[in-house]
T-cell receptor, first 111, second 116 residues
């Protein structure tokens, strides 16, 4: 069963707008990771946030983590058509190293 | 850039046939994962290996699926006999991981399998 649940399932925005995706999970985690998947390709790691971190930035990406609410958000600022992809959150439990993926958010950025 | 390589990229075969999917992990990575992705179930972990030893294959149907790592440069996933419900995209990923480790996984581009 999936650990994470992304919200929304699909998001369509215009180029230049910001995109926010949310992820909720159920168990205690060591870290949470976000991945991107372009159509017909494998997943690409975007950013990792540890359980003792609250916010992390990488270029146009900003990730927040609230362990008390068991939730995370991914913000993509100034979106581009090339950001069109599915975005997945994945958690690593405190007791292991395997990733458990959510169902993903399909982001469409219209030019 | 180092990449995980999967072959074949596409496979179409009839039910009952044996299917073998191959993966070359990134050199130096100690952990290899096999995932299956479908519209209905999303991404499911089938099995993973650390230092070539199987650690967890609880996600795999044991009667028809088998995963091996004959050497550090090759991981295989076999289905025998294949069934239409096995149709999916199978991903291999590798990483430098340990318990509670905080390193990303690197994915191949998958094998798109269709069982007729």
């Amino acid at each position: 069963s999936q650990q994470g649940e992304e919200d929304p399932q699909a998001l369509s925005i215009q180029e230049g707008e910001n995109a926010t995706m949310n992820c909720s999970y159920k168990t205690s985690i060591n870290n949470l990771q976000w991945y991107r998947q372009n159509s017909g390709r494998g997943l690409v790691h975007l950013i990792l946030i540890r359980s003792n971190e609250r916010e992390k930035h990488s270029g146009r990406l900003r990730v927040t983590l609230d362990t008390s609410k068991k939730s995370s958000s991914l913000l993509i600022t100034a979106s581009r058509a090339a950001d069109t992809a599915s975005y997945f959150c994945a958690t690593v439990a405190t007791s292991g190293s395997r990733l458990t993926f959510g169902e993903g958010t399909q982001l469409t950025v219209n030019p | 850039d180092a990449r995980v390589t999967q072959t074949p990229r596409h496979k179409v075969t009839e039910m009952g046939q044996e299917v073998t999917m191959r993966c070359q992990p990134i050199l130096g990575h100690n952990t290899v994962f096999w995932y299956r992705q479908t519209m209905m179930q999303g991404l499911e972990l089938l099995a993973y290996f650390r230092n070539r030893a199987p650690l967890d294959d609880s996600g795999m149907p044991k009667d028809r699926f088998s995963a091996e790592m004959p050497d550090a440069t090759l991981a295989t996933l076999k289905i025998q006999p294949s069934e239409p419900r096995d149709s999916a995209v199978y991903f291999c990923a590798s990483g430098l991981l340990w318990t509670g480790g905080s390193q990303p996984q690197h994915f191949g581009d998958g094998t798109r399998l269709s069982i007729l």
